[in-house]
């Protein structure tokens, strides 16, 4: 089975700088997808980034990159230039194969950050 | 425009009375999964559907069943809700199994009395 490894329970991070949530997984998997997930006070889960296990560069989506580091089996994700709105629970997620053929997301415990003023 | 969406946003139910959330979607994505996301904790998926085709994880308890009566509707029933069964629940789609991102609705809050 795979596992996601969040340790980081919260961080905090001043308005306008940059932030780094950690992230590792182990999968004897060669092919892989990892995601990364926000989820306001709403509750409501929201896409932000994708990387696949073969993808040569690291994926970046506006103010958000992934730092993926696949000797290490990390992929952290970095926010710059912090906003209010950041304010949010993130998931670090990989997909994993179900009994059925299909596949599932398989979360972190998530970390919980908080943008100061 | 929403595109998946969840009804209703808070559910309050008593101990042992039957209960249906609803999910639907706009987007027609093949695949609608259910998970079950506990305070604090990350979500866990209790069931998809694969078009037609429903896939039960191991460990869902027998007390959650699902129905997909077309492409987009699809519902989850707990039939004798427990205590701790009291949890949000999330609904998502993906257009595909696989390397997809999957949209999640805004989650219903059961609250079991």
């Known amino acids: 089975a795979q596992k996601i490894t969040q340790t980081q329970p919260g961080m905090f991070v001043q308005e306008k700088e940059a932030v780094t949530l950690d992230c590792t997984y182990d999968?004897?998997?060669?092919?892989?997808?990892l995601f990364w997930y926000k989820q306001p006070s709403s509750g409501e889960m929201i896409f932000l980034i994708y990387?696949?296990?073969?993808?040569?560069q690291n994926a970046t989506e506006g103010r958000y990159s992934l730092n993926f580091q696949k000797a290490r089996k990390s992929a952290n994700l970095v926010i710059s230039a912090s906003q209010l709105g950041d304010s949010a629970m993130y998931f670090c997620?990989?997909?994993?194969?179900?009994?059925?053929?299909?596949?599932?997301?398989?979360f972190g415990k998530g970390t919980k950050l908080t943008v100061n003023p | 425009d929403a595109m998946v969406i969840q009804n209703p946003r808070y559910q309050v139910t008593q101990f042992g009375k039957p209960v249906t959330l609803s999910c639907s979607q706009t987007?027609?994505?093949?695949?609608m999964y259910w998970y079950q996301q506990k305070s604090s904790q990350a979500p866990k998926l209790l069931f998809h559907?694969?078009?037609?085709?429903?896939?039960n994880e191991a460990d869902t308890p027998d007390n959650f069943q699902s129905r997909r009566p077309n492409t987009s509707f699809c519902f989850l029933d707990i039939r004798s809700p427990g205590l701790g069964d009291a949890a949000m629940y999330l609904c998502?789609?993906?257009?595909?199994?696989?390397?997809?991102?999957?949209?999640f609705g805004p989650g219903t809050r059961l609250t079991v009395t």
């Open positions: 997620a990989m997909r994993e194969r179900t009994q059925g053929g299909s596949e599932k997301l398989v």
């Open positions: 999968t004897s998997d060669q092919s892989y997808g």
């Open positions: 987007l027609n994505h093949n695949v």
């Open positions: 990387q696949g296990s073969y993808d040569e």
């Open positions: 998502a789609t993906s257009r595909e199994a696989g390397l997809y991102e999957q949209y």
């Open positions: 559907y694969y078009d037609k085709d429903f896939n």
